[in-house]
């Protein structure tokens, strides 16, 4: 049987989400899948980025690493998408790539593909999980099939037990944080070996 093919996607601000992608990146590999490894397009205006220090520099940070496309979409088995909480909701560059998608969507190309995602906000509270529901509406209308972790492993319950997906405050991903996220990954490998 081929490997699944899996499409790790994120868009990062300040370097939060690219660290769990990359978390993501290396379980998934690790558990047989061919993976693409992409960040969504930064939309903000370039004056904004550049009025802070620290989005400038994950900007260049991020620069190496190709952007999302439809040819990604098309390409993978599963999704998995790493994206911070922007008012209870991902954040306007994912929803502007989100928004490209109707041609895809019409043809049925996006249909009977996993999906699964992650996310952080300042606090546990600050939308999190709207942020994910909304990500899991939004492939449920492409017709994917959501891959939640729910509490399938201790991992879960040890980052706070989010059974939509790992999530967490800004900085740099925990030893837990990324087991979880592990788990979370191979799950996703897991249930796209046995539908593609």
Known sequence: MASPKILIAFYSTYGTNQGVAEAAVEAA??????????????TAPKSVVEGQDAWKAQV????AIDEISHDDMLWADGYFFCV????GSAPSQVRAFIDTLGPLWLEGKLANKTFTATTSAQNP????????????TTAM?????????????QAIFETGGNPYGYSMEPGKISDKGKASVAHQARRLVNMTAKLA
């Open 29 to 42: 590999k690790a558990a047989g899948a061919d993976v693409r490894f992409r960040r969504f397009a930064e």
């Open 60 to 63: 260049e940070r991020a620069s």
């Open 84 to 87: 911070p909480t922007r008012y």
């Open 125 to 136: 509270h600050g939308g999190q999980e709207t942020t994910l529901i909304g990500l899991y």
């Open 141 to 153: 209308h492409w017709g994917a099939i959501i891959v939640a972790p729910g509490y399938t492993d």
